[in-house]
């Protein structure tokens, strides 16, 4: 099979992920979502029992064969992709409580390695058949339950092996290092000053903490200020306040 013959699907996933991403929380109207959920299950029934008449032998023209070859894939993906949506963004009502039970969390885990490993399964079943087989709905009903559980059976290992430590792999490389508030920067300065200090910015660029100056000092006119039992005296150059004294400003 053609690599483009998924093409189709493989843009509707690029498509849903960016929605999801930038419109998560979006508010749906409910006409909206109704019509959706219709085109959904059209869209998705379609694909799979369009070519029921054609697998019981009736005639086909060339122009259903064409526009079905060319769009089931794709119509099926639409379909999956909005119930996708409407269960990320909370409108997924029964259908979001079905797929969120805890029971299929297991079976979720699995589901990438199930979906390469099931052709492997169905091929050495047909390649071990040395009769006939007859297809009725009991036999269809059997060999569908019986290679499921041969592939998840053969999918548990596998994913322990290769997918659980490449998932870890890739989620440590790609992960972003974020330094506690504590251990940054800010937080380190903040941790330096008493509990009773606050601080406060200044347009100079310096900043105070109950009358403590931090940075460049400011050029200052005459202050009076009051400091250890002296009453006053002038400072003509810095701006100085010491041990928690009130700087009083010329006030």
């Not at 058949?129 to 009903?141: D, P, Q, S």
């Amino acid at each position: 099979m053609k690599t483009f013959t998924h093409a189709g699907p493989y843009y509707v996933g690029i498509v849903l992920g960016y929605l999801m991403i930038k419109y998560n929380d979006v508010r749906i109207p409910w006409w909206v979502n109704l019509c959706g959920w219709c085109s959904s299950t059209i869209l998705c029934l379609s694909s799979v029992y369009g070519a029921y008449r054609w697998n019981i032998g009736e005639p086909h023209g060339p122009l259903l064969t064409v526009i079905y070859a060319g769009l089931h894939r794709t119509t099926f993906t639409i379909g999956i992709a909005w119930v996708t949506f409407a269960c990320v963004t909370g409108y997924g009502g029964a259908v979001n409580k079905i797929l969120s039970w805890s029971v299929l969390t297991p079976i979720s885990r699995l589901t990438f390695m199930i979906y390469l490993l099931h052709s492997l399964v169905i091929w050495v079943r047909m390649g071990s058949l040395k009769e006939r087989v007859y297809f009725n709905h009991y036999n269809m009903l059997y060999e569908y339950v019986g290679n499921i559980v041969t592939t998840v059976i053969l999918t548990v290992p596998f994913y322990l092996l290769l997918e659980a430590p490449l998932s870890n792999l890739e989620r440590l490389a790609f992960s972003r290092v974020r330094l506690p508030k504590d251990e940054s920067p800010e937080g380190k300065q903040n941790e330096q000053l008493p509990d009773n200090v606050i601080e406060t910015g200044h347009s100079n660029g310096m900043s105070r903490s109950n009358g403590i100056s931090h940075g460049k000092p400011e050029i200052a006119p005459t202050a009076n200020v009051e400091l250890m039992g002296v009453k006053s005296f002038d400072l003509v150059q810095n701006e100085v306040s010491l041990f928690g004294s009130k700087n009083l400003n010329g006030r």
